[in-house]
């Protein structure tokens, strides 16, 4: 799904907005999100420099859990102090928490199906592949410096 909009004035509401349909559209690890953040955010839109995102990566890589909502609130942090950063942090996990709580019913009323176990044992080889690509794409940059 494509996440550039028309809105390039970088204000805290498009940033939010921002956050609020990458949570919501796409999917995969942290570095997947990572590197979407980085391609929209540092290369497409120019809302934050590359150096700017290389120092949040590496507090984000280096503090305890998921680095993709840390980012969101770090970059929300750069733009608008503690408040940004919380509310795009939230803004960023809300989607996943309800899909998280949806999917969770449906595995509960349909766990014994082969059908629902054939499409996980697929889905398991689209993400290696999307690790696999977001992991190279991340490190071009870094090992350029």
């Given at each position: 799904?494509?996440?550039k909009?028309?809105?390039?004035?970088?204000s805290m509401?498009a940033?939010?907005f921002?956050?609020?349909?990458?949570?919501s559209?796409v999917l995969?690890?942290?570095?997947?999100l990572?590197?979407?953040?980085r391609?929209d955010?540092v290369?497409d839109?120019?809302?934050?420099?590359?150096?700017?995102?290389?120092?949040?990566?590496?507090l984000?890589?280096?503090a305890p859990g998921?680095?993709?909502?840390?980012m969101?609130?770090y970059?929300g942090?750069?733009k608008?102090?503690?408040?940004?950063?919380l509310?795009?942090?939230?803004?960023?996990l809300i989607p996943?928490?309800?899909l998280?709580?949806?999917l969770?019913?449906?595995?509960?009323?349909?766990?014994?199906?082969?059908f629902l176990h054939?499409i996980?044992?697929?889905?398991?080889?689209?993400v290696?592949?999307?690790?696999?690509?977001?992991?190279?794409s991340?490190?071009?940059p870094?090992?350029r410096?």
């Amino acid at each position: 799904m494509d996440l550039k909009n028309d809105e390039s004035e970088y204000s805290m509401k498009a940033l939010a907005f921002y956050f609020l349909k990458l949570g919501s559209s796409v999917l995969g690890g942290s570095l997947v999100l990572a590197n979407h953040i980085r391609e929209d955010l540092v290369r497409d839109r120019e809302w934050i420099s590359q150096p700017q995102y290389q120092r949040g990566l590496a507090l984000c890589l280096v503090a305890p859990g998921p680095v993709a909502p840390q980012m969101a609130v770090y970059i929300g942090t750069l733009k608008g102090g503690a408040w940004g950063g919380l509310l795009c942090g939230l803004v960023f996990l809300i989607p996943s928490f309800f899909l998280t709580l949806f999917l969770g019913f449906l595995y509960r009323h349909f766990e014994n199906t082969s059908f629902l176990h054939s499409i996980l044992y697929g889905v398991g080889g689209a993400v290696i592949g999307i690790l696999a690509s977001s992991t190279f794409s991340l490190s071009r940059p870094v090992f350029r410096m």
